[in-house]
């Protein structure tokens, strides 16, 4: 059965900070979640690791679940797992509202773009660092959001890669040459300095953990981050 798909709050041409849980106190995530969007937060994202795909284990649907029925904010879901496909539903009915699979894990990437979008989410797709963007470019036109990771995922707190922006430039010059409108999202090493480079190659949803939760003043560095 098809459902109507949220509406995204913001469009491509929009800058939107998502910080990451990842990097919240986990034993009070319903507060650092109102804390986040008191600071101004637009989305919240939610970094789902299996230890197969990734070399950590982070949460997984119970904890969406909590940050949904505990606060109003958009879901940015990020499956870092080998099979996204075997475990969507219950990402699905724990509230997600946008569900970013990997282009590098095991399953088929457009049935399982299809069957996010079937259920009522939006669709994104990442892709690793070593990973070129020509392995993506056949599903821009079934995606709302492209993650480009700026670090090797698995671990928060890692120094941004730079040579990941000719990525985002070519995704950005493909959009454009398509008519598309997908967001591009960067996460890793996120603060107001490499937002203001990612933004310049064409990116606008910052996910940031460690310079936003860690901040002395979170406001202010959302803010700061909103404005590169």
């Keep these: 059965m098809f459902h109507p798909l949220p509406v995204i709050p913001k469009t491509f041409k929009d800058r939107v900070i998502a910080p990451s849980l990842l990097a919240a106190d986990f034993s009070r995530i319903g507060e650092e979640t109102t804390r986040a969007i008191n600071a101004g937060a637009d989305w919240m994202h939610m970094d789902v690791m299996d230890g197969h795909f990734v070399e950590n284990i982070?949460?997984?649907?119970?904890?969406?679940?909590?940050?949904?029925?505990?606060n109003d904010v958009f879901l940015d879901v990020h499956l870092m797992i080998s099979?996204?496909?075997?475990?969507?539903?219950?990402?699905?009915?724990?509230?997600?509202?946008?569900?970013?699979?990997?282009v590098e894990a095991d399953h088929?990437?457009?049935?399982?773009?299809?069957?996010?979008?079937?259920?009522?989410?939006?669709?994104g797709l990442a892709l690793n660092p070593a990973t070129p963007i020509e392995a993506v470019e056949p599903y821009l036109d079934q995606i709302d959001l492209l993650l480009c990771m700026t670090v090797v995922p698995g671990f928060g707190g890692q120094a941004f890669m730079p040579e990941v922006l000719e990525k985002i430039k070519a995704a950005a010059?493909?959009?454009?040459?398509?008519?598309?409108?997908?967001?591009?999202?960067?996460?890793?090493?996120?603060?107001?300095?490499?937002?203001?480079l990612c933004a310049a190659a064409g990116a606008n949803v910052m996910v940031a953990g460690s310079s936003t939760f860690g901040a002395a003043d979170m406001k202010e560095a959302v803010r700061a981050i909103r404005e590169a």
Excluded: M, N, W
């Design 58 to 70: 982070s949460f997984g649907p119970a904890v969406i679940q909590a940050v949904h029925e505990t």
């Design 83 to 102: 099979r996204p496909d075997h475990y969507l539903a219950r990402f699905i009915s724990a509230g997600s509202d946008l569900i970013t699979v990997h």
């Design 108 to 123: 088929d990437v457009k049935e399982t773009l299809g069957r996010i979008r079937e259920a009522g989410c939006l669709a």
């Design 173 to 196: 010059a493909f959009r454009e040459a398509r008519g598309l409108e997908f967001h591009i999202e960067v996460d890793g090493g996120i603060d107001a300095k490499t937002a203001a």
